[in-house]
C-alpha cells in the first residue's frame, strides 16, 4: 500500500469511528454513553428514564442496588422494573424504610425505568448475545396481564425502526410497539397497520427498552449486523 492510499484509508477509518462516537461496539462487547436526565423543562417531565442494559452486564452488575451503586447512589431517585402479570411497575430505592428484600435482579432482555436527581451520562457496558432468544409473552393469565413486554433493545440489532422491529418479530405477531417521551413522561405508540400512517414509524436508539405488545407468544432471537 502506498503512503497516499494508506492515508486515505486511516482517514476513512477516522471518520466513521467519529460517526459512531457515542457507542464503542463489537459483537463481543461494547461502552455506551447514555444521558440519564433530571427532571427539566422542555427535556424530562419527571426524572423518569427507559434503560436497555446488555445481555452480559460488567462483573458485578447483578441487581437494581448495583445498579444504583454505579450510576450514583446520590443520583438515582429508583429503579423500576415491569412485572407481565399485573402490567405495572414495582420499585427499588435502597432507602430506608424499603428492605433489602425489595432489591431484585436484573435480567437479560429486561428494560428498566430509572428515575434521576442529576443529569448524568452513565457508561453502560457489556456485550449482548446474538443467539439469545427473549420470551415475548401474548396476554396469558398468571404470565401477562396484556401483552406488553418490556424489551431491551440490543444495541447491534439490524431492526433500526419500529416497523423494523414488527418485521423481525414477525408482523402477524406484535400489535404494537411503544417508546418513551422524557418530555411528556409517555408513550407513544406504532402499529404498523391502517388508518396509522408512516409518518407515525420511530427511530429505535441504543440504550433504551421498548414496550412490545405481543397477539401470540414468540421465542425472538433478534437480527444482528
Given at each position: 500500500?502506498?503512503?497516499?492510499?494508506?492515508?486515505?484509508?486511516?482517514?476513512?477509518?477516522?471518520a466513521?469511528?467519529?460517526?459512531?462516537?457515542?457507542?464503542?461496539?463489537?459483537?463481543m462487547?461494547?461502552?455506551?454513553?447514555?444521558t440519564?436526565n433530571?427532571?427539566?423543562?422542555?427535556?424530562s417531565?419527571t426524572?423518569?428514564?427507559?434503560?436497555?442494559?446488555?445481555?452480559?452486564?460488567?462483573?458485578?452488575?447483578?441487581?437494581?442496588?448495583?445498579?444504583?451503586?454505579?450510576?450514583?447512589?446520590?443520583?438515582?431517585?429508583?429503579?423500576?422494573?415491569?412485572?407481565?402479570?399485573t402490567?405495572?411497575?414495582?420499585?427499588?430505592?435502597?432507602?430506608?424504610?424499603?428492605?433489602?428484600?425489595?432489591?431484585?435482579?436484573?435480567?437479560?432482555?429486561?428494560?428498566?425505568?430509572?428515575?434521576?436527581?442529576?443529569?448524568?451520562?452513565?457508561?453502560?457496558v457489556?456485550?449482548d448475545?446474538?443467539?439469545?432468544?427473549?420470551?415475548?409473552n401474548?396476554?396469558?393469565?398468571?404470565?401477562s396481564?396484556?401483552?406488553?413486554?418490556?424489551y431491551?433493545?440490543?444495541?447491534?440489532?439490524?431492526?433500526?425502526?419500529?416497523k423494523?422491529?414488527?418485521?423481525?418479530?414477525?408482523?402477524?405477531?406484535?400489535?404494537?410497539?411503544?417508546?418513551?417521551?422524557?418530555?411528556?413522561?409517555?408513550?407513544?405508540?406504532?402499529?404498523g397497520?391502517?388508518?396509522?400512517?408512516?409518518?407515525?414509524?420511530?427511530?429505535?436508539?441504543?440504550?433504551?427498552?421498548y414496550f412490545?405488545?405481543?397477539?401470540?407468544?414468540?421465542?425472538y432471537?433478534?437480527?444482528?449486523y
Open positions: 500500500m502506498s503512503k497516499r492510499t494508506y492515508i486515505g484509508a486511516t482517514m476513512v477509518g477516522l466513521v469511528l467519529l460517526t459512531a462516537s457515542a457507542l464503542v461496539a463489537s459483537n462487547g461494547f461502552k455506551l454513553n447514555y440519564l433530571q427532571t427539566t423543562g422542555g427535556v417531565k426524572g423518569n428514564n427507559v434503560l436497555a442494559l446488555p445481555d452480559n452486564r460488567q462483573t458485578g452488575m447483578n441487581t437494581a442496588k448495583n445498579l444504583i451503586d454505579d450510576i450514583g447512589f446520590l443520583s438515582v431517585t429508583q429503579i423500576q422494573r415491569f412485572v407481565k402479570s402490567d405495572a411497575f414495582v420499585s427499588y430505592t435502597a432507602r430506608a424504610p424499603q428492605t433489602a428484600a425489595a432489591d431484585f435482579a436484573l435480567v437479560a432482555g429486561d428494560g428498566y425505568f430509572v428515575k434521576m436527581k442529576t443529569n448524568t451520562s452513565y457508561i453502560v457489556g456485550s448475545e446474538p443467539a439469545l432468544a427473549y420470551t415475548l401474548q396476554t396469558a393469565g398468571g404470565v396481564k396484556t401483552g406488553n413486554n418490556f431491551a433493545y440490543n444495541y447491534h440489532q439490524t431492526a433500526g425502526t419500529a423494523g422491529l414488527i418485521d423481525d418479530i414477525g408482523f402477524l405477531s406484535v400489535t404494537q410497539i411503544q417508546r418513551f417521551v422524557k418530555s411528556t413522561d409517555a408513550f407513544v405508540s406504532y402499529t397497520r391502517a388508518p396509522q400512517t408512516a409518518a407515525a414509524d420511530f427511530t429505535l436508539n441504543p440504550g433504551e427498552a412490545v405488545k405481543m397477539k401470540t407468544t414468540t421465542a432471537t433478534p437480527s444482528h
